[in-house]
């Protein structure tokens, strides 16, 4: 957590030795030393899965009020403490989101997240690459 990993996020290896673990994420280089690395679970993906499609998937700022979402990943461009912000708010792969409320302006939105509001702008809804959930029907 310290470094910034959190479950479904994407990595790649560089280096796999008794010694260390050198391994890259959001741009940036860690090591782990094996005895720390032997507590993080990992899935091998294939190289044709490892990105997200950005010109046919939709953000989260494109979903519309009232409709929810399974969030997909964060885009690469979200670096850092702002990524983190998203994070520590339970935006992270797998989690679903609901566009709630709307300012007059439509920047920021509020938008419920693990049975809390939060409110993000619009550029940082940007950053959400998410999957819209179908909205079930109601039969009389």
């Given amino acids: 957590l310290a470094m910034g990993m959190f479950p479904g996020m994407e990595l790649r290896v560089i280096e796999n030795s008794r ?3 050198r391994f890259e994420f959001d741009g940036e280089e860690h090591v782990l030393a094996p005895v720390f690395a032997e507590n993080i679970t990992v899935q091998e993906k294939k190289l044709d899965q490892l ?8 953000t989260l700022n494109q979903i519309p009020k009232g409709e929810r979402a ?20 339970g935006i992270v792969p797998g ?3 609901e ?3 709307e300012s007059a302006g439509k920047n920021p939105r509020a938008y419920k997240v693990l049975n809390t509001f939060i409110a993000l702008r619009e550029k940082h809804a940007s950053f959400i690459y998410v999957e819209p959930l179908k909205v079930a029907s109601h039969v009389k």
């Fill in 51 to 58: 990105s997200i499609d950005q010109n046919n998937t939709k």
């Fill in 99 to 101: 566009v709630a409320l």
């Fill in 19 to 21: 010694e260390r673990i």
């Fill in 95 to 97: 989690s679903e989101i």
């Fill in 70 to 89: 399974k969030v997909l990943a964060i885009s690469p461009a979200c670096r850092k403490q702002q990524k983190r912000r998203l994070m520590d708010l």
